[in-house]
């Protein structure tokens, strides 16, 4: 029972990660029907500004982790949503009237770009980080095995459920979230009603991409290290989640995120490590042939 629980925190951590990431291609796909495949690169460079944000701020004396925590998650967000921003507009924004496997090309050449371009400005080799949020609590003990959880599971856990909570609330409550639910009714009539249409496919990107760099923050934290191939293999999973999900529901792509970090888990405690990852792919076909819209999401309706 201890061993379970102990691979069950760890799953959820995970899951909680890669649930941050799936949200940016599930909003992407929501308003615009289209996956964006550098977004996982996205999130990888988030891990990196923040790496070095760290670094600058431990060299110019700031010794206070709260005070550089806060910091580091203001610049990783600002700098990687400029990135976000960018793939729109050169890889999307000129594409988005052409035929519709234009833009898919472009995205995966934006993300070799970005892997690429991390990859000679930092070097090819995995950098480290030294454990920044350490200590923990114990949550059972018994015949000689004990259970921890970490402050920096707690983090990146109540990290992911805020963030989860304040942007459904941003696409529920408020004039930004009312357009993005036009957009993705219908772009034209959206258009029409007076929504601005480029303003609000950038936001949608802007903020995905600050998602992700959150995401590459926890990822920095938790694991201590991070390469610039990280982003294909996150972002591969992360869209997995948002399928299995169902891909232009929130809530699904959490719940995706979440199950593929329990599956990827479990599957490495009870089984083997070296399969976990065709675990998660043989479940997600599984699911996809009952529910070929994933578990939260909705079939689309042919407009007429």
């Known amino acids: 029972m201890e061993y379970f629980v102990q691979q069950l925190i ?132 018994s015949e000689g095995y004990d259970v921890d959880i970490s402050n920096i599971q707690i983090i990146v856990v109540l990290t992911t459920l805020v963030l989860m909570l304040g942007f459904s609330w941003l696409v529920a409550k408020t004039r930004l979230g009312r357009d993005m639910r036009a957009c993705e009714q219908d772009l034209k009539m959206a258009s029409l009603l007076g929504v601005n249409i480029d303003r609000t496919i950038s936001l949608t990107f802007v903020i995905g991409a600050a998602l992700a760099s959150v995401a590459g923050i926890m990822y920095l934290l938790y694991y201590g290290v991070i390469d610039f191939y990280i982003g294909f293999v996150a972002g591969v999973k992360a869209f997995t989640a948002a399928v299995l999900g169902g891909i232009g529901s929130l809530p699904g792509a959490m719940l995706g995120g979440l199950l593929i970090g329990l599956i990827e888990t479990f599957w490495s405690a009870y089984f083997s490590i070296e399969y976990k990852d065709v675990a998660a792919f043989s479940i997600l076909i599984v699911v996809l042939i009952f529910l070929p819209t994933g578990i939260l999401g909705r079939p689309e309706v042919e407009k007429v």
Not at 39 to 58: N, P, R, S, W
Request: no cysteine.
């Open 10 to 141: 760890i799953g959820v951590t995970l899951g909680s990660i890669y649930g941050l990431i799936a949200i940016g291609y599930t909003m992407v796909y929501g308003i615009i029907g289209m996956i964006n495949f550098a977004h996982g690169d996205v999130f990888m460079v988030g891990g990196f500004i923040a790496l070095t944000a760290f670094l600058a701020l431990l060299a110019i004396g700031v010794t206070s982790i709260p005070l550089a925590l806060f910091l580091v998650l203001l610049i990783a967000m600002a700098l990687t949503a400029l990135y976000g921003w960018a793939v729109e507009r050169i890889a999307y924004r000129p594409l988005r009237h052409s035929y519709r496997l234009a833009p898919l090309i472009s995205a995966i050449g934006m993300s070799i770009i970005l892997q690429n371009f991390v990859q000679i400005a930092q070097g090819a080799r995995v950098k480290p980080l030294p454990p920044i949020i350490t200590g923990g609590h114990r949550v059972m003990s």
